[in-house]
């Protein structure tokens, strides 16, 4: 007799941004980003961005699509990482450039400009806020909503 084996269904990760000043120290930037990641287990990437040194457009898109942020202050943006998306631009990338691919000659730095171009769009942004306690219950309601 055979078993047909259950499919795990795909696990929703999430990207945190921590967007700050330059004058914030990296204790509390590491300790703002171990409670986002240890919330609800499902932060699957983060990282520390100073907001002064960051893509004005980008900025420029969280403060449209959320003008309640003070971005004078700390403040955290959340996104839904989309593999399938990462994978449909690594292979338009690819399909550019077919003799490097076939060689293996694509640098990896090229792959990981394309996650982190996707994993930290503002146009994608779920959640940004400048309260972290606000960031943390969003992660947990995720992960409620998700499994």
């Known amino acids: ?3 047909k084996k259950k499919e795990k269904p795909i696990r929703v990760l999430y990207n945190v941004l921590v967007y700050s000043s330059d004058s914030t120290d990296e204790d509390t930037l590491q300790a703002w980003t171990d409670q986002l990641m240890d919330a609800a287990e499902n932060v699957g990437t983060a ?9 004005n457009r980008e900025l420029e898109i969280l403060k ?4 309640a942020v003070d971005q004078q202050q700390p403040f955290f943006q959340i996104n839904e990482i989309d593999y399938t998306e990462i994978r449909n631009e690594e ?6 450039q077919k003799w490097r691919k076939f060689f293996n000659l694509i640098p990896l730095v090229d792959y990981l400009e394309i ?3 996707i994993v930290s769009d503002a146009s994608r942004a779920l959640l940004c806020t400048n309260d972290l306690d606000e960031a943390e219950l969003f992660l947990v309601k995720q992960a409620k909503i998700d499994n």
């Open 1 to 3: 007799m055979f078993f």
């Open 64 to 67: 449209e699509r959320f003008p």
């Open 115 to 117: 996650e982190d171009r």
């Open 91 to 96: 292979a338009k990338m690819e399909s550019t």
């Open 47 to 55: 990282e520390w961005i100073i907001a002064e040194k960051y893509d």
